[in-house]
């Protein structure tokens, strides 16, 4: 099940093969976990259980597609980029 479940055009699902089959992009995505709240803006009127089914669905689609995912727990933003750091200087070795 996709959010929202809109229709996947013919166009974008094209545009996804390519990506994936020319491998544009890096087999790592950084998985950036909830803070267990969401604030509402303006621009940001999702719930957090409306978070936590988007973020389940972008799981789901970058596994189908064979993507790694790289775990950022939650935490303050330096915490979250010390994590980052660590990782990617672990991948330079």
Do not use: C, K, W
């Amino acid at each position: 099940m996709r959010y929202l479940q809109p229709p996947v055009g013919t166009v974008v699902q094209a545009e996804v093969e390519r990506v994936v089959r020319e491998q544009v992009y890096e087999r790592e995505v950084l998985l950036v976990r909830p803070l267990g709240f969401v604030v509402a803006t303006t621009a940001r009127r999702i719930s957090y259980e409306d978070s936590l089914a988007f973020q389940a669905m972008h799981e789901t689609v970058y596994s189908e597609h064979g993507f790694e995912f790289v775990d950022v727990p939650a935490g303050s933003t330096s915490e979250r980029v010390a994590a980052v750091e660590a990782h990617l200087r672990s991948n330079l070795r």
